[in-house]
């Protein structure tokens, strides 16, 4: 198993993730496809095997985290989707405070780069940031204590952690879709569980490639909300459709 996920992480923008997460989607890979299975169970597995295994886990690692991140490097540019909104960052946090009002506390869960964006925010607001490894962690931690910014840094599996500390907004940028196979399911119990008043959650118009998606609208989505009972204003930008949710 160790050298596997040896393997698995020798991608550069895997390499980051904790061995306990690689050997989660590792296992749910084998649990899928019994004849490797039995053979990694007997010792029988062969090169090609490994191989095959090796990039399926990687495929879905990368949906999940890779495919955000194009360095290691604490800057805006590291990170695909706050890439993308340089230079809206005042405007797009203007227009959700204009509806959310201007809040005392933000969770930004999966929250990549964002807390370098600390500083469109404002200084006198507290600020939760969620990620995934503990390197990313590390990484936020250390910028939180430079620039002496208010807030903590929580790491989590959204897939199976919900227990966050209460916030007035809770930011779900660009997350939803990458969940796993359930996501549609995990995407309602996160919203159902956050303790927000209200919740700003967006999904991408655009690939990886930067191309325009054929279906970029989320139906299942907004059909969730309404069926929850949760009211929603939605806005576009060029890459991305942004959901102001209001829970309580």
Same mark, same amino acid.
């Given at each position: 198993?160790? /050298? !596997? !996920?040896?393997?698995?992480?020798?991608?550069? $923008?895997?390499?980051?993730?904790?061995?306990?997460?690689? /050997?989660?989607?590792?296992?749910?890979?084998?649990?899928?496809?019994?004849?490797?299975?039995?053979?990694?169970?007997?010792?029988?597995?062969?090169? +090609?095997?490994?191989?095959?295994?090796?990039?399926?886990?990687?495929?879905?690692?990368?949906?999940?985290?890779?495919?955000?991140? $194009?360095?290691?490097?604490?800057?805006?540019?590291?990170?695909?989707?706050?890439?993308?909104?340089?230079?809206?960052?005042?405007?797009? *946090?203007?227009?959700?405070?204009?509806?959310?009002?201007?809040?005392? $506390?933000?969770?930004?869960?999966?929250?990549?780069?964002?807390?370098?964006?600390?500083?469109? !925010?404002?200084?006198?607001?507290?600020?939760?940031?969620?990620?995934?490894?503990? *390197?990313?962690?590390?990484?936020?931690?250390?910028?939180? /204590?430079?620039?002496? !910014? +208010?807030?903590?840094?929580?790491?989590?599996?959204?897939?199976?952690?919900? #227990? =966050?500390?209460?916030?007035?907004?809770?930011?779900?940028?660009?997350?939803?879709?990458?969940?796993?196979?359930?996501?549609?399911?995990?995407?309602?119990?996160?919203?159902?569980?956050?303790?927000?008043?209200?919740?700003?959650?967006?999904?991408?118009?655009?690939?990886?490639?930067?191309?325009?998606?054929?279906?970029?609208?989320?139906?299942?989505?907004? %059909?969730?909300?309404?069926?929850?009972?949760?009211?929603?204003?939605? =806005?576009? #930008?060029?890459? /991305?459709?942004?959901?102001? %949710?209001?829970?309580?």
């Amino acid at each position: 198993m160790k /050298e !596997i !996920i040896k393997k698995i992480k020798s991608k550069k $923008t895997l390499d980051r993730l904790d061995d306990t997460f690689v /050997e989660s989607f590792l296992n749910i890979f084998l649990k899928k496809n019994s004849k490797l299975n039995k053979k990694y169970l007997d010792g029988e597995l062969k090169k +090609k095997d490994i191989r095959i295994i090796v990039k399926s886990v990687r495929n879905n690692l990368n949906r999940f985290y890779g495919q955000f991140w $194009t360095s290691d490097k604490l800057k805006l540019e590291s990170h695909r989707s706050t890439k993308e909104r340089l230079g809206i960052y005042d405007k797009l *946090y203007s227009f959700i405070f204009s509806i959310t009002c201007r809040p005392k $506390t933000i969770l930004d869960l999966a929250c990549g780069l964002n807390p370098l964006t600390y500083k469109n !925010i404002g200084n006198d607001i507290y600020f939760i940031a969620v990620e995934l490894t503990e *390197y990313d962690c590390g990484k936020i931690k250390e910028y939180f /204590e430079r620039e002496n !910014i +208010k807030g903590e840094v929580i790491r989590a599996d959204l897939r199976t952690y919900n #227990t =966050f500390p209460s916030a007035d907004l809770c930011f779900m940028f660009k997350i939803l879709d990458s969940l796993g196979g359930n996501n549609n399911l995990i995407a309602e119990n996160l919203i159902r569980s956050v303790k927000a008043k209200y919740i700003v959650a967006s999904f991408s118009t655009k690939n990886v490639k930067g191309k325009k998606m054929n279906y970029p609208k989320r139906g299942w989505f907004e %059909i969730m909300l309404r069926r929850i009972g949760y009211r929603f204003v939605k =806005f576009d #930008t060029n890459n /991305e459709v942004f959901y102001i %949710i209001k829970k309580l």
